[in-house]
């Protein structure tokens, strides 16, 4: 199972918009709504931030969002913020009943 | 409080074996799947694993990458789960997290009933250095 591609960097203003997008297969993304987003600051734990596409826990601001479009998911985080500065992974399941990583997308605030 | 505590983490030479665990309090252990992933030093998450709760049978799924090599177990008892490591390689050296799974019911995706999971808590790692 070949990793999700996702973009390497992304940067924004603070309180812009800013999407980036984790792409994979019609065997994961494409067929199955078991898309997550965790965000990783340097030297920390991942943390959960969307499950099953667009589902936030509790305590997550409602700045971050997800979607998925065919094979493609997006995470949204509007009003940009200086802590939102971080690496982010997206995850999926996939038809082998495994799960895979994308590569990570580096945000920076600028 | 959910914690998850790894363990057992350190240098090893190449070709030898290693055995984490990971120690779970504030939640009914057995009623979890649990995984694991790692993390190379600045590099990516890769997922190794995940067991099912016994109630789901308590059986495993493994990456490509390391079935047949990694074993992931747990004592339900002890409320702890293990990763046996064998023939480690330089290239696995990284972090080693355990991360409590989330069960959100069954769904019926294109004919076939799956149960539906996410990750959710995780645990804060352990280091293993693989190196001669």
């Known amino acids: 199972q070949s990793a999700l591609t996702q973009d390497a960097s992304v940067s924004g203003s603070p309180g812009q918009s800013i999407t980036f997008s984790c792409t994979g297969t019609s065997s994961d993304i494409g067929t199955y709504n078991f898309v997550s987003w965790f965000q990783q600051h340097p030297g920390k734990v991942p943390k959960l931030l969307i499950y099953?596409?667009?589902n936030r826990p509790s305590g997550v601001p409602d700045r971050f969002s997800g979607s998925k479009s065919g094979n493609t998911a997006s995470l949204t985080i509007s009003g940009l913020q200086a802590e939102d500065e971080a690496d982010y992974f997206c995850?999926?399941?996939?038809?082998?009943?495994?799960?895979?990583f994308g590569g990570g997308t580096k945000v920076t605030v600028l | 409080e959910v914690q998850l505590v790894e363990s057992g983490g350190g240098l090893i030479e190449p070709g030898r074996s290693l055995r984490l665990s990971c120690s779970a309090s504030?939640?009914?252990?057995?009623?979890?799947?649990m995984t694991w992933v790692r993390q190379a030093p600045g590099k990516g998450l890769e997922w190794l694993g995940f067991?099912?709760?016994?109630?789901?049978?308590?059986?495993?799924e493994y990456a490509a990458s390391v079935k047949g090599t990694f074993t992931i177990s747990r004592d339900d008892s002890k409320s702890i789960a293990y990763l046996q490591m064998n023939s480690l390689k330089t290239e696995d050296t990284a972090v080693y997290y355990c991360?409590?799974?989330?069960?959100?019911?069954?769904?019926?995706?294109?004919?076939?009933?799956?149960?539906?999971?996410?990750?959710?808590?995780w645990g804060q790692g352990t280091l293993v250095t693989v190196s001669s």
């Open positions: 067991i099912r709760s016994k109630i789901d049978g308590g059986t495993t």
């Open positions: 995850s999926s399941y996939t038809s082998s009943s495994t799960w895979v």
């Open positions: 504030g939640f009914t252990f057995g009623d979890y799947p």
């Open positions: 991360i409590r799974i989330i069960s959100t019911g069954v769904r019926l995706v294109r004919g076939v009933l799956i149960r539906s999971y996410y990750f959710d808590y």
């Open positions: 099953h596409v667009n």
